[in-house]
């Protein structure tokens, strides 16, 4: 089992930064792909980034590209997500996500994910 806190939302104006955390409770932590993904309003939740155990293998979506950075800090069972150049279409809930134990594929649709945070609210002002 694995409880996931997103943390770090807030308000920003277009051009600026927020760095996200996901802190998980478990003690297969390590040994998972995590992975984030956001809302926003009227439409469906989508990919973001995701990282493999290690933190040698990332993905991420083609609108994020070169502005977003996911990472992970095995000791201290935290996940991040840095977010740079933000435009006001990154505007969303952003949800921090765990596949299954011993999946290892990073993948982008959501139904590979086990285990949710409750979302934090990123809101970029133009």
């Known amino acids: 089992q694995v409880a996931l806190v997103e943390s770090g939302g807030g308000l920003v104006q277009a051009g600026g930064s927020l760095r996200l955390s996901c802190s998980a409770s478990g003690r297969t932590f390590g040994s998972r792909v995590m992975g984030w993904f956001r809302q926003a309003p009227g439409k469906e939740r989508e990919f973001v980034a995701a990282i493999n155990w290690s933190g040698g293998n990332t993905e991420y979506a083609d609108s994020v590209k070169g502005r977003f950075t996911i990472s992970r800090d095995g000791a201290k069972n935290t996940v991040y997500l840095q977010m740079n150049t933000l435009k006001p279409e990154d505007t969303a809930v952003y949800y921090c996500?765990?596949?299954?134990?011993?999946?290892?594929?990073?993948?982008?649709?959501?139904?590979?994910?086990?285990?949710w945070g409750q979302g934090t609210q990123v809101t970029v002002s133009s």
């Open positions: 996500a765990a596949r299954p134990f011993g999946s290892q594929q990073l993948i982008t649709t959501s139904s590979g994910y086990a285990y």
